[in-house]
């Protein structure tokens, strides 16, 4: 049975918490940080079209850079090759966008197991990419997300103490399909 948009917004609060305990973010209902998470959650969870946002939105919004997105300029992991290097993350985001947006008009008649596994997917290829500056956990959530409202499906949250078994499952889609296919594109 599908949520309504009340349903949904009723667990902003709880999935707000749940990202920023996860991230080690602001958890005070009170502070700036934590409010513009929350009015961020509810605008994914309360939508009513399904309208896709690109992360860049949700990342500048998180970290008050309304005017610019600042992505990330060196990370160790891109020495190893586990991810691609800074210089690649623009070209990247922009082909996954494309991709995104040609699939998820397909995808929303799909059976649910297959929409569930494509909002994930779209989530853990955003963590494995790791674009920004900061808040790449939180706004890889805010677009798992707005996959699952975007694709009809019920609102799960993603709680912190599972957070174990959220990281391992991060970690094998990183090794499993993330690092190929950046091979494959030849970003790594």
């Known amino acids: 049975m599908q949520q309504t948009v009340n349903e949904r917004l009723e667990l902003a609060m709880k999935a707000t918490r749940q990202s920023a305990l996860l991230s080690g973010a602001e958890t005070n209902p009170e502070s700036d940080k934590f409010k513009a ?24 919004a998180l970290c008050d850079s ?26 990247i985001l922009k082909w996954w966008w494309k991709s995104v947006n040609k699939d998820v008009s397909a995808i929303r008649g799909q ?21 920004f500056a900061e808040a790449n956990d ?10 699952v409202v975007s694709l009809g499906l019920r609102v799960k949250i993603i709680k912190a103490n599972k957070a174990i078994a959220y990281g391992e499952r991060q970690r094998d889609y990183r090794r499993d399909k993330f690092i190929p296919l950046m091979k494959k594109k030849r970003y790594l």
């Open 138 to 147: 939180r706004t890889a959530r805010l677009v798992y997300y707005m996959f």
């Open 37 to 60: 998470h929350l009015d961020l959650m509810r605008s994914v969870l309360g939508c009513k079209t399904g309208v896709l946002t690109h992360p860049l939105i949700f990342n500048m």
């Open 66 to 91: 309304k005017m610019n997105a600042e992505y990330r300029t060196a990370i160790r992991a891109s020495l190893r090759g586990i991810v691609p290097e800074a210089a690649h993350i623009s070209a």
């Open 111 to 131: 059976r649910v197991e297959k929409r569930e596994k494509y909002a994930w997917e779209q989530h853990d290829f955003l963590m494995s990419l790791e674009a």
